[in-house]
């Protein structure tokens, strides 16, 4: 009940019983609309495994629903099945001046708007994380990010992506900054989406970033926006070099 507290995760978490909780709804986030959580949180290399938030009617959603100047690192969530409505992820509905490192979703992760396999929405920084979830949604959904206004680095998904509007390998909307990344996932034919982002606003965005012109199913690395400079499209023997 602690937001402003620090936590260190003990070992591996077995949450599969989640899915039963709450008449059905699943695990409650950590963090809401209202009271952000704004502690550090520290896994220590473990993971969580089978965790279900099951509410398509409520926005910020995953293990963190919103979280303020929190830093969350090394921690993985595996076998996560995360449905929200708006601001959805696995990890982090939504996030804002603070980090997420060395962390990591499997699963799927499904919301309306500004859904990510590893957060929702992001103000932050993003390091050496990754998602191989499944993401879908309508509008902003991308296989890391749902909707990014901060930094990715050295941080990848390889999980498939469907959205009907701004739909991204790594990122669905972006006006941040993307360094030393990349996205193998298929993302889903409709107006408006790209390898690595849907909808971009950032000029410029990329350094040394990667996206994989046979499994992505896209022909180019942005969807909508301006430039892709700093990005580059390659076979999957390519990208194994």
Known sequence: NNLSANYLLGNNIDATATASWNGGAGF????????????????????????????????YIGLFGNSIGAQISNVGLTNA?????????GLDGSFRNGYIRESYVTGRVSGRGYAGGLVGQ????????????DASGERSVGGLVGNSYGTITQSYATGSVNGAQYSGGLVGSNSGTINQSYATGRVSDTPDSGALIGANTKIDPFTDSYWNTETSGQTSAIGFGFSAAGSTGLTTAQMLQ
């Open 28 to 59: 409650v986030p950590v963090g809401d609309a209202t009271y952000a959580y704004r502690g550090d949180f520290d896994g220590l290399g473990y993971s969580i495994n089978g965790l279900t938030i099951n509410r398509p009617n409520t926005d």
């Open 81 to 89: 099945v995360i449905i929200g409505r708006n601001f959805v992820g």
């Open 122 to 133: 992001s103000e932050g920084s993003i390091e050496q994380s990754y998602a191989t979830a």
